[in-house]
Structures are given as C-alpha cells and as structure tokens.
C-alpha cells in the first residue's frame, strides 16, 4: 500500500507542525493476539490549519486522536508508523498538542474551583505571573468576567462555558497543535456555533493547528481545511473539505445521502444498510464491501489501494480504472 | 383534513424546586391531525421532554387540557387510562436504557403484549412478536437475542415495534434518533415515516435537529424555555423563520451546503 498523503498535491505553503505516518493502532485482548484498530493513518496536521477526521462511531476516529497524545487504554498500543513534530516543537503533553473532549461536565474536576484545576496545568514558565496569565486565559475564549468564573466550580457554569474553561485549560501550555474530540457535541445548537466560531478565532490567534474529530459533516464543511474519513479504522478517502461536493467513495456518497438537510428536496433520506463493523470483526477485503451497492469479488477478497489524483485520495476498488477524478 | 386526534390547549407543567415552582411548560397549545407528524423542536431547557411526558399522562404536576381522540387524558378514569397507555405509545432516546438487559427481545415482547392481555399464551405472543418485528424490518431470529447484542439501530426498531404491538395509533418520540449514527439514523427516519404512511400512524417527533424536522415533520413548533415561539408548516418555518429566535436556531444549524457555498 503506497503513502497515503493526501496533502502531497494540495498547495499548502502553511507549516507541518506534526506529521502522522503510517499510523497503526493495535488493541491486545491477551498476550501474543493483536487487533487491529487503526490502520495506516497519514496526516498533515499544519499551523493555522484544520484537519477533520470524520466518521462514524466505533470507526477508529477517537483511537487515532488519543494516539497523538498517548491517551490510549492500557490494552492498545501505536505500534505502526510514526509522529514527526517540526524542528522545535517541545512534543511534551500539554506543550506540543492539547485535548478538548465532548463533554466538559465530565472532564472537570467538580470539587475544584475553574482557577484551581487551570493553575495546575500551567507550565513552570507562568507560576511568577500565575493571577495575570489565568485571567488573560479566561479573556482570550471570549469570558468578560474571568474573576468570577476562576471562582466558580463547574456546575455553576453551563455546558458552553465549561467547555470555554476546558479551551482555556488546554491553551494553559501554549500547545502548537490542539485535538478538539467531539468538541460541541454535547452543546445545544446555538451554543455549539459560539464555541466553533472561538475555536476558529482562537486558531487565527495563536496559529494552531486543529485536529478536529466529529460525526458531523455539517460541522466539517463549516471548520475544516481538509477532511479526513475513516470507516472500520481505515482512511477511505481525504482532501480538501469540497471534496464533500463530490465524494468518490460509496461510504462518504452514502452518508451524505444519509444526512438531513436544511436546503434541497425533502423526501425520503436514504440510509446505508447494515451498521458499522464491532472491533475485531473488520471484513475481509475493503472493510465497507458488505454495505456497498458497487462491492464485487475483488472487495471482498483484497485490500482496495490508495489512489491520489489532484490533492484528492481515495481507497475504492470501484474508482481509479480510468481516473476518477 | 380530518380531525384532530390530539389537541392541546394551555398545557402547564411545573416542578418544585424548593420553596418555589418552576413552569417548565407555560401554556402551550396545539392539535395534531390524524396520519401528521408534529415537530415539537428546541434547544435543553425549552420544556420539550416535559411537554413530551405530560402529553401520554406522565407528568402528574400537569394542568390544562390534553385532548386525545375527545378525551380528556389529564382526566381520565384508571379504565380509560389503561385503554390509552394501549392507544399512545412513547418511544425513548436511548434504546438500550429502555430495554431490559435481563430479558431476551421476544420475551420482552411477549411481556408487553401478557401485560395488555393481548396474547392468551406463548404461542400467540411467539407469532405476534415475529410479526411486529418483520413490520420494523427485523428477522424474526432476533427474538432470541438480548439486547447488548443489538446495534444502537436495531434496539430502536425493537422498541418501535414494543410501541407499536400494543396497537397503538399514536406515538410520542423524543429524540428518537440522536443516539444513532448518520446512516443508520436515516434508516429509522425512514422506517418512522413508512409506519405513518402506511399504518396511519399520528406522532409527535420531539426533538432538537431542525435538519431531520425538515424531512420528517408536516407541522412545527418551536420552543423556548417553556414557551412556544413559533408554530406553523415546517416546510413554512424552515424557508422563512419570523421569530428571532428561531431565525437564530436556522443560521445556527452546520449546514454542509450552506457552509460549502459560504466557503467557496
């Protein structure tokens, strides 16, 4: 199987702050039997930048972001591929990349103030300073009191204003690259566009690079830069977000037939058959060959390769014969 | 078209939250018609859930006129009661929470249909409960398994057809498919609107996801802390908001064909 990058072809002159390759992840059930759970995951994480990753649950979406930073269960491993930060970046958790996850009220510690659970992740550097540097956290993801919300506890706060704090909590070490896991999904809608919107302003600011994971593809066609998709723990197709104009995978055409829409003809919604494979039952050949319409024998027998065509890339047997860009 | 089977008129729902009562629900009114589906949508906190549950009668602090088929559901006699919990069925967010882990899905089926005196037997129930899963598009094998070994998707279907092998004409779903993934939620969308087409079935759709209202309801209602912003044809709604805070929940929505023309 060829490298799957799929930026080779996109002209993007912004830096590569990390460069995932060849990423794998296996889950140990007991000694000497590997699972796979994440295969061949190629990403070009840039500052300034957003990459999503998009895809159902159980597809191997999460498993990637926790292998950036180590956060796997004790039984998984990355234990294919590498992680290569650009020159300078100080790789240390907390300092190179920082996490925001789905739901805040879980992330928060509920007996410790927002100021105290901030100050505990502040990096050596702010301790003289630790009052000020709290407070310009708070101001920067848009809170006009920060004095008060330092002092409150988490369930004072509402779930948009908690996941505010996590965003402060994760800027405290001035990270290069931030993993947003599901990270307004657990918002009400109007909420959901505040905290997307910080997050883009807070990207222009600080230049990070974003790696945001989600189910949501209206949330990718309004954040992202390049997308991602991932089905049964493989990437099955990768460019830049207006590929979702024109999917060449059946997986993404299909979730985007699958999606309610706010514009266009209202009838019926066309679901894909059949549910997303339990790990460790991932199907021979191309994983997504027992719901595909255009699946023949070859899917089901071996491994579609990746084919890149102008900044695009996809794995489907039934694209690429003659170009299918 | 025909009359309404439910109509609503100044429903209130009040918790207590110490010394003071809190309205959950402020006076809201409106009719659904037999065979329609209803939106009720909004964001947590609008009072959609309780409005949900004083609608089949399972709010207690519930005053106002909930009317169903002429009948007044908030006044029922225990006998009219148990004929209605038969007629309106009420179909939950998370399908596992509202299965019982211990009882395999015929047998808790089988439960359902002994509970109403419906099957005089196990062979009936048996018979039955494969057919009510055959109408929701599920082999009748999966009678035979427990729940934990259906996906997110199956599970709703086994409680639609739990919903549904009762006889009931009415359905009150809340958040029927938030739990689900894209692809699979689309499927029950679907499987929700061919029960209306097919079997008449009236339903309320509570939920927060103004895209899939679009697809799914014939009229909305628009929430807001307990009150209703605006009511009307979704269709109506949806091309052009008047209240603002709708207008709000519209642009608020990530739109792929929106943000894609925004971007380009």
């Known amino acids: 199987m060829t490298a799957t990058d799929s930026s080779t072809g996109v002209k993007d002159a912004a830096e590569i702050v990390l460069a995932v390759s060849g990423l794998g992840v296996g889950y140990y059930p007991r000694a000497g039997e590997r699972w796979e759970v994440v295969a061949e995951v190629n990403l070009n994480l840039r500052a300034g930048r957003t990459v999503a990753l998009v895809g159902e649950s159980g597809c191997g979406k999460s498993i990637t972001a926790a292998a950036l930073g180590g956060l796997l269960p004790r039984n998984m491993q990355r234990d294919r591929g590498e992680l290569r930060w650009a020159a300078g970046v100080d790789a240390r958790p907390g300092r190179g990349l920082a996490y925001v996850f789905q739901d805040p009220g879980e992330c928060l510690n509920p007996v410790f103030t927002i100021g105290n659970q901030i100050r505990e992740v502040l990096p050596p550097e702010d301790f003289r300073d630790a009052s000020a540097r709290l407070t310009s956290l708070l101001r920067t993801v848009g809170f006009t009191e920060p004095e008060r919300v330092l002092a409150s506890y988490p369930h004072q706060l509402s779930g948009g204003m908690q996941q505010r704090a996590m965003l402060a909590m994760a800027l405290a070490g001035r990270p290069r690259v931030l993993v947003a896991d599901e990270p307004t999904t657990a918002l009400d809608v109007t909420v959901q566009a505040k905290i997307l919107q910080l997050l883009g302003q807070l990207q222009r600011q600080e230049n990070l690079a974003i790696l945001l994971i989600t189910h949501n593809l209206g949330v990718v066609a309004e954040m992202a830069d390049e997308v991602h998709v991932m089905y049964a723990g493989h990437i099955v197709e990768s460019g830049p977000v207006a590929l979702l104009r024109n999917p060449q995978h059946p997986y993404v055409q299909g979730l985007l037939q699958a999606l309610p829409r706010l514009h266009g003809e209202a009838g019926r919604l066309v679901g894909i058959p059949g549910t997303v494979p339990p790990l460790g039952r991932r199907p021979t050949g191309c994983g997504f060959h027992p719901r595909c319409a255009l699946a023949r024998e070859i899917c089901r027998t071996q491994e579609p390769p990746w084919r890149e065509s102008q900044g695009r890339g996809v794995a489907c047997w039934a694209r690429g014969d003659r170009g299918w860009a | ?264």
């Open chain 2, 1 to 264: 078209m025909s009359a309404p089977l439910l109509t609503v008129d100044n429903l209130r729902v009040t918790y207590r939250v110490g010394r003071r009562r809190v309205a959950a629900v402020k006076g809201v009114s409106f009719s659904v018609a037999r065979g329609q589906c209803l939106g009720i949508v909004g964001e947590s906190g609008s009072g959609k859930s309780s409005l949900a549950r004083a609608i089949l009668a399972l709010e207690p602090a519930a005053t106002g006129q909930v009317i169903f088929a002429g009948e007044d559901v908030l006044k029922m006699s225990r006998a009219a009661r148990q004929v209605f919990r038969r007629r309106a069925q009420m179909v939950f967010q998370d399908p596992l929470g509202s299965l019982n882990p211990r009882l395999k899905i015929g047998a808790a089926l089988a439960e359902v249909l002994r509970v109403h005196g419906l099957a005089r037997n196990r062979r009936e129930a048996a018979a039955q409960t494969a057919a009510w899963l055959a109408t929701v598009g599920l082999d009748a094998e999966y009678a035979t398994r427990f729940p934990h070994e259906l996906s997110g998707g199956q599970r709703q279907r086994v409680n639609l057809a739990r919903a549904l092998c009762v006889g009931a004409e009415f359905l009150v779903a809340d958040e029927p498919v938030s739990a689900l993934d894209v692809s699979v939620q689309a499927q029950i969308l679907n499987l929700l609107k061919t029960l209306q087409t097919e079997r008449s079935i009236t339903w309320v759709l509570i939920g927060h996801d103004l895209a899939v209202m679009r697809h799914m309801a014939d009229e909305l209602v628009v929430m807001q802390a307990g009150d209703v912003m605006e009511r009307g044809q979704a269709a109506d709604i949806l091309a052009s908001p008047q209240h603002p805070y709708t207008r709000e929940l519209v642009a608020a929505v990530p739109d792929v064909d929106r943000a894609l023309q925004r971007r380009a």
